[in-house]
Each structure stands twice: as structure tokens, then as C-alpha cells.
């Protein structure tokens, strides 16, 4: 499986039919592709866990990056310790099959399988316990690539642009050896890889390669269309190694998380609720976490490293000074919770200050229907600074997800909106507007990413519509393994070539305990400045 985080055909058809990713164009060629639809809201924890699992997330219970620490209005970042599922390469490893991951994210803190586990996006460092599986590949992984990295941080600046570029490349040539070696040391039943790049440019670069965006810049576009897609180039020889060193008679599978297309706007949805008289502030509060927002920002932009700063405030116990202290927690001691009925705090994501389930509860249950009612009227009603529509749909938790998780998940969700903005939360300082121009965050996610598969007991042609959720029982059902029968995936007969059927056999879900989380306060706050870094925390 190959993973192309962030992949849409809307560029990718393109850069076929331009000669720029000629390996993909035969494999789309001779294979059967179309798109993939992602969860709702279509975000990368969520979509790679129904990924690995083959269920939504009421049954494998990842909504977002955080998740709320019971008692408080804090929050923490997730990790695959919080995954409430068994995933396919467990359920591979317990039939005595070989496999490998690389960058899965929600792989990481590893858990234990018949083969080889190397940690995602969520991974501090290299030195973290739980980034591989088993511990022991560490050396090999140091002797193949001694500057091996996890990840990088988005380009917010032109004069950034050919650095960032250069960073996303050493990204790909590294794990690239890594890569190379695994193939190549054992045939093994599922190898899966992960390739980031394309979602980290098109976070950022949108704007310089799509015409149509408002910030494009025919200049800016000209400069850097050749370093841009020598980053496609690269991507594009990888798949063709990968492909090369399939074992013999192995089928091919290309997955994306979500789509991707241009962003216009960023929404703060705590800085709406709070306009719209759902959620309040503490008496001067949010004006002087505002400004210490704008020294951290100037100081960021002039080089000073403020996370030392921050840490050595957190030494004196200074958590005050430039807005220290861990930020997942700077957002709850803003608010006046005995008049806050709704905040939100996750991707698209509103929660109820609900009496009796919240620390500072204040909405009764027998409320909950008619504030419901308001909040959605109020949402369907929300206009971006040109007049346009932005939130098409609102769903309660219930009506869009289904399992024993369900409670996990905020109460009420944006399910349908225009695709050119992106609902930020603010897990620190809230900003004043609820609309701001998306600046160098010129890209967002899309419900559509892409599906393709290829090989000896594939068909060839176009697939209308594909669940990310559908992979996991489709491959499980190619290697003759039983599927649990909790999945919310189908298995894709479709897809074969004529003569080749498929006969799966179903067992029953195996109960799961999750295991115990093993970060601490450190790993979380180095997690969160990764996060931040990829743009999903403001």
C-alpha cells in the first residue's frame, strides 16, 4: 500500500497528461482508479486510523489530533495508544503474516507486529521510546539513514520556499533508503509507506500552482514551478522503485487521506461562538493573551527561538510570559464557563458545556434540542466577508457516526461547508475576526482523495466511489484472511480482473482494550509544536 497523504487527481491527472509523473500514469493507465471519500470532516488522524482499521470512528474512536482529559477543559494530543481497534497489520501479525509500516500516521507509539513498524508525524524524535518496532531496528535504521527525519514544518514566507522544498526532498531521499531496504530484505504480505510531501506543499503552495486562487501570482508561479514539481518528480521515481520491488505476483494499492483544494479563508469558530452569544470571555483576559500572541509572533519572525524562552519560563514558573504554559490549556482559562454553552475545540468540531458532564457545566439537558436547533440556524446562516454560504450541513454526533465510541466525538459537527475555507480552533489565544485571509495556508483538505490499484488480479478502469474504510477488508480478503465483522468497509470484488473472484470469510471483532497512554508532559508539548508546525493547531 502507498500512501500519497493529501493526493487529488485534480492535480495529479494533470501532471500525468504533463509527463511529470510518468509511473503513476501507467499504473492509472493499466489499473483501476477513481476517487477515494474520506470521514467526516476529512482529517488525516481520522481517515489513516479508518485507513488501518476499516471502520469509522465510532468504532476506532480517533476524531481528532486532541482529545478532552476527563474532568477539565483541557486537552491533550492523541496517539495510537487511543486507537480502539485492532488494525489490519495486527490482524495480519496474528495469522503469522510478515508485515511493515513507514510513517503510518497513528503509528505511533508503535505496537508490537510480525515485522517492522517506523513512527509518523505524532513521533517528538528518533529518540522517543515507541517511534520503531522492534527497538532494535534502530541500528539499521541509523546505519541506512543517519539524518533519517519524521517530518518538517510548512513554508509561511517566500524566502522560504526553496528551503522548504529542499527540506520535503531530503525527506523523501531518506526514507527512500529506508524504504529500498525493506523491500529488499524479505517478500513481505504488507508493506505499507506513507508519503507526506505532496499534503505539505499543497498546505502552503496552493496559491503559486493554481491559477484560479486569489492570492496567485503569475511571477511567483514562474519561479518556482520547476522546484515545486521536481518534488512531484521524485515522489513519482519512488513509486516506481516501490513498484519494482513488489514480491512477485503482489497487487498494488494507492490511498489518500482526503483531497485537497484551494483555501480562502480561515474560520475561528470560538471567536464566532463568542459573537453569536454562545461562549464568553473572563474580564480582560483575551486582550492581554492577544498581545502576548503578537510578541511571540515577532519574535518568531526575527529568529528567536521562543520555545527556549517558554520553557525556561515554565522553569520560573512564569507561564504568563509570552503566553507560556502549555497552550492546550491557556484556551480553558480564558473562558467564563458559567455563561459558555458551546466551544469548540476539534476539526469542524462543537461541544455542549453540558451540566453535569462538563467541569463548569451550565446547559441543562432538557435545553440541549433547542440550543442544538440555534447553533445549527446560526451556523447555516454564517456568510464568508464576500456574502457566500459557508456551512451547508450541521449533523449531531448521532446521525453521522455509528459504534460504541460515539460519545467520543464532539457534539455537533460542520459536516458540509464550502471547501475554500478551514475551520481552525484556537487551542491557545482566540483571534478577534472570525474570517481571516488564509495567507500562506492556501491550501485545504477536500472529502475526495484518490484511489488505484494495480497488479495480477487487478482489473483496469474507473471506480465511480471508494471508502478509505473499504481498503483494510479488501486486502485482508486478497491475503485470504478472515475480517472482522465490525468493519464498516465493503470488499471491492469489483476491482479484479475477470476470473479472479474473491471468497472472504468473516469472523467476529475480537474485544479490544486500548492501551495505557505513555507520554507525558514533555512528549505532549513536542507533539503539539509538531502540530502546530503542520498548521493543525493556530
Not at 188 to 199: A, Y
Request: aromatic share 10%; hydrophobic share 40%.
Amino acid at each position: 500500500m502507498i500512501g500519497l497523504d493529501g493526493a487529488t487527481w485534480k492535480l495529479l491527472d494533470r501532471f500525468i497528461l504533463e509527463g511529470v509523473m510518468p509511473n503513476l500514469g501507467r499504473l492509472q493507465a493499466e489499473g483501476v482508479h477513481g476517487p477515494l471519500w474520506s470521514v467526516v470532516p476529512p482529517m488525516t488522524a481520522t481517515a489513516w486510523t479508518s485507513y488501518q482499521t476499516g471502520k469509522g470512528p465510532g468504532k476506532h474512536g480517533i476524531y481528532d489530533w486532541t482529545e478532552p482529559v476527563a474532568g477539565s477543559y483541557l486537552y491533550r494530543p492523541i496517539d495510537s495508544t487511543r486507537m480502539q481497534s485492532l488494525t489490519i497489520f495486527e490482524l495480519l501479525s496474528a495469522r503469522k503474516k510478515r508485515v511493515a509500516t513507514v510513517n503510518l500516521p497513528l503509528t505511533f507509539p508503535a505496537r508490537p507486529i510480525n515485522g517492522v513498524a517506523i513512527g509518523d508525524m505524532l513521533t517528538p524524535s528518533k529518540d522517543t521510546p515507541g517511534f520503531l518496532y522492534p527497538p532494535e531496528f534502530r541500528a539499521t535504521l541509523d546505519q541506512l539513514s543517519p539524518e533519517y527525519r519524521i517530518d518538517t514544518h510548512l513554508c509561511d514566507r517566500e524566502e522560504d520556499v526553496l528551503p522548504f522544498l529542499e527540506r520535503l526532498r531530503h525527506l523523501i531521499e531518506e526514507r527512500g533508503k529506508v524504504v529500498r531496504h525493506l523491500m529488499e530484505s524479505e517478500p513481505w504480505d504488507l508493506f505499507s509507506c506513507v508519503w507526506v510531501e505532496m499534503d505539505r506543499m499543497q498546505h502552503c503552495l496552493w496559491h503559486i500552482f493554481d491559477a484560479t486562487h486569489p492570492r496567485y501570482d503569475a511571477g511567483l508561479a514562474e519561479k518556482y514551478r520547476e522546484p515545486i514539481l521536481d518534488i512531484y518528480r521524485l515522489l513519482d521515481v519512488r513509486i516506481g522503485e516501490m513498484v519494482d520491488r513488489r514480491p512477485e505476483g503482489a497487487n498494488v494499492f494507492f490511498v489518500s487521506d482526503h483531497g485537497f483544494g484551494p483555501c480562502r479563508y480561515k474560520v475561528f469558530l470560538n471567536t464566532w461562538l463568542a459573537q453569536e452569544g454562545f461562549l464568553f470571555f473572563k474580564e480582560g483576559g483575551r486582550d492581554q493573551r492577544n498581545r502576548l500572541r503578537k510578541v511571540r509572533t515577532v519574535l518568531d519572525r526575527a529568529g528567536v527561538d521562543t520555545r527556549k524562552l517558554l520553557d525556561a519560563a515554565r522553569r520560573f514558573g512564569g507561564d504568563a510570559v509570552l503566553g507560556a504554559g502549555d497552550s492546550l490549556s491557556r484556551f480553558a482559562a480564558e473562558i467564563d464557563w458559567s455563561r459558555t454553552t458551546a466551544f469548540c475545540h476539534g476539526t469542524n468540531a462543537i461541544r455542549l458545556n453540558l451540566k453535569g458532564r462538563e467541569k463548569q457545566g451550565c446547559v441543562e439537558a432538557a435545553d440541549v434540542d433547542s440550543l442544538v436547533a440555534r447553533l445549527s440556524e446560526r451556523l447555516l446562516a454564517m456568510r464568508d466577508p464576500e456574502g457566500n454560504v459557508v456551512v451547508r450541513g450541521v449533523k449531531r454526533r448521532q446521525d453521522l457516526y455509528v459504534g460504541p465510541h460515539v460519545n467520543l466525538a464532539a457534539d455537533l459537527l460542520v459536516a458540509e461547508h464550502d471547501d475554500s475555507v478551514w475551520f481552525y480552533y484556537s487551542e491557545g489565544e482566540v483571534p478577534s475576526a472570525v474570517f481571516e485571509p488564509s495567507g500562506w495556508a492556501s491550501g485545504n483538505h477536500e472529502p475526495d482523495g484518490i484511489f488505484l490499484a494495480w497488479g495480477p488480479d487487478i482489473a483496469a478502469g474507473v471506480r465511480e466511489s471508494t471508502s478509505i474504510n473499504d481498503i483494510t477488508p479488501t486486502l485482508l480478503a486478497l491475503l485470504n484472511v478472515p475480517i472482522p465483522d465490525d468493519v464498516d468497509g465493503t470488499v471491492l470484488r469489483d476491482v479484479l480482473r475477470p476470473g479472479r473472484t474473491l471468497r472472504p470469510r468473516w469472523t467476529e471483532a475480537t474485544a479490544f482494550a486500548s492501551g495505557a497512554r505513555v507520554s507525558d508532559a514533555a512528549t505532549d508539548r513536542a507533539i503539539e509544536e509538531r502540530l502546530r508546525g503542520l498548521g493543525y493547531l493556530q
